[in-house]
């Protein structure tokens, strides 16, 4: 038998009803529809609106979807990850929740936050508890309601977020497909470029901290682009160098949808034309945990068997990471 690995056997993704677009912007904050493409490339993103509702819903969407496509009982799940950064509440953890209403009872499940790299880094953690042979079905979601912690005041961040969810199935291959290198960082002196100030056990929810909208992202722009661009490019890179790929090797690269100039800067570095890149930010912005999988999901149809997949991420703390990927299937 062959080296067990961790293989993408199905995935889903979900987006609300509700869209904003740019020119919904241009009515609430002092922006115009071309300021926002020239600088990001998004035109509009899904709102979770409804009193209520919270990423665990949107992530419950994706999670039953998934298990209806994969033939999959929520008993059979052995193990559950929400990579977020807007959980439903500080605890339980989301996952938990999630777990709950998708009727998952054999599983333990737990979150993980990673910022923009979380789903990249749940991806990591559960590809190594299938390789040691002790897990069949692990599904792995990646979920925000960024809608909760924008402030649609500040018009240098509200234009990039949206919300959306996307779940996958990870299940063992030894037919050399799934996960087959990764490499992770983080540094966490970025932090105090991009961060939420108020909320946690730092700086508690008071009157002072919500008047002074310090429950909401918090985000040093060109600091920010400057790292995302080299080290996102850089890991992307390395993995191709470590695994001996060329550019024409790769069917795609699976880049975190932050901003179309970073995507583009990622897509240069390794010598991959746009054609071979997922893109679909102007459709949903920033949708943090879920950009990845909602990406995955949209070109499912169009990825065949034994494709080399290259997957990079960047996110808040600073963290940022890359996996190389061999596609297991083909949509039926």
Known sequence: MGKITAAITGIQGWVPEDVLTNKDFEKMVDTTEEWIMTRTGIKERHIQKGKGKATSDMAVEA????????????????????????????????????????????????????????????LVTASKFIEAGGYKKIIVVGADKMSSITDYTDRTTCVLFGDAAGAVMLEPSTEGYGILDSSTHADGSGRIYLHQKAGGSLKPASHETVDAHEHFIYQEGQAVFKFAVTRMADVAAEIMERNQLASDDI?????????????????????????????????????????????????????????????????????WGSIYLKWAYEAK
């Open 63 to 122: 999670v039953i979807g998934l298990l209806k496509k994969t033939n999959t009982k929520p008993e059979e799940v052995e193990l559950l990850i929400c990579a977020t950064v807007t959980p439903d509440m500080i605890h339980p953890a989301t996952a938990n929740i999630i777990s709950d209403k998708a009727g998952i009872k054999n599983a333990f499940s737990f979150d993980m936050n990673a910022a923009c790299s979380g789903f990249l880094f749940a």
């Open 251 to 319: 069917a795609y690269l699976v880049p975190h949808q932050a901003n179309m100039r970073i995507i583009d800067a990622t897509a240069r570095r390794m010598g991959i034309n746009k054609d071979k890149v997922m893109i679909n930010i102007e459709r949903y912005g920033n949708t943090t945990n879920a950009t990845i999988p909602m990406c995955l999901y949209e070109w499912e149809n169009k990825l065949k068997k034994g494709d080399n997949l290259i997957l990079a991420a960047f996110g808040g703390g600073f963290t």
